[in-house]
Structures are given as structure tokens and as C-alpha cells.
Nanobody, 117 residues
Framework: QVQLVESGGGLVQAGGSLRLSCKASGNIFSIKVIAWYRQAPGSQRESVASITIAGRTNYADSVKGRFTISREVAKNTVTVFLQMNNLKPEDTADYYC?????????WGQGTQVTVSS
């Protein structure tokens, strides 16, 4: 079992920055990939960025150069950060942390990001 806790999000003006965090605990040795997805109203959920436990990253084209995903591994936890810079109104969405393990997948409850123009 893996437990995850999301934090971050909020309201920011266009051009501003926010940082999301996803902290995983429990059976962290089963984790393969941690990712951030987002879902805007009326749209499908889409992948934003992902990072493997080894540190390999992947980004959606729409966020390349603006978002950075990173991870911090401690003794019993793994925390993944999504640093979002130069935010645009089209980045407005609910952001979800996703963890893929060797046994099952986990989703966070979501955190809202609103970018005003």
C-alpha cells in the first residue's frame, strides 16, 4: 500500500509560479512512476509531467520549458514536486498526482490551479 498527499495549488496571475507537491509513503519500493495529470472543466484528463523512480522525466509539449518535475527520496517517503513557471490561463485545471506501482495505481484527490489573465 502507498499513501499519497498532495499540496500546493491556488490562484495566481498569468506569468506567475506555483509549486505542487505529492508525498508518497508506505511501500515506496514498489513505485515505478509518479506523474501529474490535469483536468480542465469540460476536458479530458491529460498527462502533464512524469518522473520515474530512477529520475527519468517526460513532459507534455504544452508545458515544456515552463514546468519542471523533480523528486526527493527520503528513507520512508518519496516527494515529487511540480514547479510551474510562466503560468498561463490555459493551465487552469484540477491537478492530480498519480502513482504507478508494481501492484496497482493510485490517484490523489486533486488540487485546483487557477491562472487569471
Amino acid at each position: 500500500q502507498v499513501q499519497l498527499v498532495e499540496s500546493g495549488g491556488g490562484l495566481v496571475q498569468a506569468g506567475g509560479s506555483l509549486r505542487l507537491s505529492c508525498k508518497a509513503s508506505g511501500n515506496i519500493f514498489s513505485i515505478k512512476v509518479i506523474a501529474w495529470y490535469r483536468q480542465a472543466p469540460g476536458s479530458q484528463r491529460e498527462s502533464v509531467a512524469s518522473i520515474t523512480i530512477a529520475g527519468r522525466t517526460n513532459y507534455a509539449d504544452s508545458v515544456k520549458g515552463r514546468f519542471t518535475i523533480s523528486r526527493e527520496v527520503a528513507k520512508n517517503t518519496v516527494t515529487v514536486f511540480l514547479q510551474m513557471n510562466n503560468l498561463k490561463p490555459e493551465d487552469t485545471a484540477d491537478y492530480y498526482c498519480y502513482i504507478s506501482t508494481t501492484q496497482r495505481d493510485y490517484w490523489g484527490q486533486g488540487t485546483q490551479v487557477t491562472v487569471s489573465s
